[in-house]
């Protein structure tokens, strides 16, 4: 990942990274390893997580379609 610094604005160049950061999904993936994590409370996590994906993408469909 690549941040040019303009004018020697560099406050600006540090958000523009961790912009990019956020959408990228380091930071999430960071805080996930901070700690372990036992593998039946991560399969729950994550049949939360589609679940949403699925609900937020039914929702979408449906603004679109207009059904």
Same mark, same amino acid.
């Given at each position: 990942? +690549?941040?040019? $610094?303009?004018?020697?604005?560099? &406050? %600006? @160049?540090?958000? *523009? ?5 956020? +959408?990228?999904? $380091?930071?999430?993936?960071?805080? &996930? %390893? @901070?700690?372990? *994590? ?30």
């Amino acid at each position: 990942m +690549q941040v040019i $610094v303009r004018d020697n604005d560099v &406050a %600006k @160049a540090l958000k *523009e990274l961790k912009r990019k950061l956020q +959408q990228a999904g $380091v930071f999430r993936v960071m805080k &996930a %390893k @901070a700690f372990y *994590e036992k593998p039946s409370t991560r399969k729950a996590r994550e049949r939360r997580e589609a679940m949403s994906r699925e609900r937020k993408r039914q929702r979408k469909q449906v603004e679109r379609d207009g059904f």
